[in-house]
C-alpha cells in the first residue's frame, strides 16, 4: 500500500507491508506531475512499516530511476528494518540520487525543508 502527499520541497510517500508493481505506477505518475510542476523536487520516501516488495517493482524501479536520475533533487529515505535499508542502499549506487537515511519522518521533514547551501 502506499500514501503519496504534495509538500512544497516535492512529495512525501510512506509505503505498507508490501510495494507492488501497481503501488509503483501511483508512485511514479505523482513523481512524473510534480516534475512537471518544479524543478527536481525532493523525495521522502517513509520505508519504515515496508515489510517486502515485489520483483517486477523493483526492477520498474530501477528502470525508473536510470531514466530520471538527474531529474529529482534529494532523497530523504526513513527505514528501520536492515535488509530493506541494504535494498534502498543497493538501488541508490545504481543511480545518481542523493540519498539520506533518517530513523523518524520528523528528522527526515527537516533535513528536505532546509535549503541546501550553494
Not at 18 to 33: P, V
Amino acid at each position: 500500500m502506499i500514501s503519496i502527499r504534495e509538500q512544497a520541497y516535492g512529495l512525501d510517500v510512506a509505503l505498507y507491508n508490501e510495494f507492488t508493481l501497481a503501488d509503483f505506477k501511483l508512485f511514479e505518475d505523482a513523481l512524473t506531475k510534480r516534475l512537471a510542476e518544479r524543478d527536481k523536487p525532493d523525495v521522502l520516501l517513509d520505508l519504515a512499516d515496508l515489510k517486502d516488495f515485489t520483483l517486477d517493482m523493483a526492477l520498474e524501479e530501477l528502470r525508473f530511476v536510470r531514466e530520471h536520475e538527474a531529474d529529482f533533487g534529494r532523497v530523504a529515505i526513513v527505514v528501520t528494518d536492515i535488509w530493506i535499508k541494504l535494498a534502498a542502499h543497493i538501488a541508490g549506487l545504481l543511480s545518481k540520487t542523493r540519498c539520506q537515511y533518517f530513523d523518524t519522518v520528523e528528522e527526515a521533514q527537516a533535513w528536505l525543508e532546509n535549503p541546501v547551501a550553494a
